[in-house]
């Protein structure tokens, strides 16, 4: 995946044990974030030859707030994780490494202090994602198994009912019987405060079922309910993340109630930046 060589709005380092979080909200240009990138070592004629991957963050925040706890941090030899807020891709950096932060003076006119924030891991993880759908990033579209529901998502209520994953298809099948409450649900660690985000579905032609909610909303560090949107599965809910958010949470169906004969289908659904209203499949 490519760069984010400039366009972050805001970024999140936390520590995930204690869930102390520090968010940065004047982020220079000078700042860049690379993702599971080639790294090529030089030989003698040269060229260059493949020596496995690394990802790099590094930050320059233009104010002081949160430099302390970060230096705590860096001197506890304290592993962190991170979250990046782009303008369209973000990074989920769920991988915990230790980080360094240093300052930076500046005498020439014009010209900011601040410091630097940098973290690096020398290997390939698949806990460092770079993603324009988080919700993809985060969570996959998959059933590795037999039970017909989508991998990393918790499904509730399903008596009376089918569950299908086919070709990137998740189905609910009511074929007879009514049943009440269905529920398809989702979490992810995203502890950015003033993030605008989009969750949508993306129905598959053979959905005709218009009941039950689609739901976003924001859970504390101790997961209890903060702020959240909801209304019907067919448009897209818009979600501005509040203070103390530590996670993003949701419903692709909440509390739907079939009847015989109804099938929900949905493809891979969307959760990111994008401010579109239409629908569509956002997989990078």
């Not at 070709?167 to 405060?193: K, R």
Request: hydrophobic share 40%; aromatic share 10%; net charge negative.
């Amino acid at each position: 995946m490519p760069n984010i060589l400039s366009g972050i709005n805001k970024i999140a380092i936390y520590e995930p044990t204690s869930k102390v979080v520090v968010q940065l909200n004047h982020i220079s240009p000078e700042s860049k974030v690379s993702v599971n990138e080639p790294i090529e070592v030089p030989d003698s004629k040269g060229s260059g030859y493949y020596a496995g991957t690394k990802s790099m963050l590094e930050i320059l925040s233009l104010d002081d707030a949160g430099y302390s706890q970060l230096k705590t941090w860096m001197e506890a030899k304290t592993p962190v994780r991170a979250v990046v807020l782009g303008v369209q891709m973000c990074v989920l950096w769920y991988e915990s490494v230790p980080m360094t932060v240093k300052r930076r003076y500046q005498t020439a006119a014009g010209e900011s202090n601040g410091f630097w924030v940098k973290m690096a891991l020398g290997q390939e993880s698949d806990s460092i994602v770079q993603a324009e759908n988080i919700l993809y990033a985060a969570k996959g579209w998959a059933n590795a198994g037999v039970d017909g529901k989508v991998d990393n998502f918790v499904f509730s209520d399903l008596t009376n009912s089918t569950p299908t994953f086919v070709d990137g298809v998740q189905t609910i099948d009511c074929p007879t019987l009514a049943t009440a409450n269905v529920s398809i649900y989702f979490e992810l660690v995203f502890p950015i405060e003033g993030a605008i985000l989009n969750l949508y579905n993306n129905f598959d032609a053979s959905n005709d079922f218009t009941d039950g909610e689609l739901v976003l909303k924001s859970l504390d560090d101790s997961d209890a309910l903060i702020e959240e949107e909801s209304g019907t599965t067919s448009t897209v809910r818009t979600h501005v993340t509040p203070a103390d958010t530590y996670k993003v949470a949701g419903y692709l169906l909440y509390d739907g109630d079939f009847n015989g004969g109804d099938t929900f289908a949905i493809k891979l659904p969307y959760l990111g930046t994008d401010a579109r209203t239409t629908f569509g499949v956002k997989q990078q």
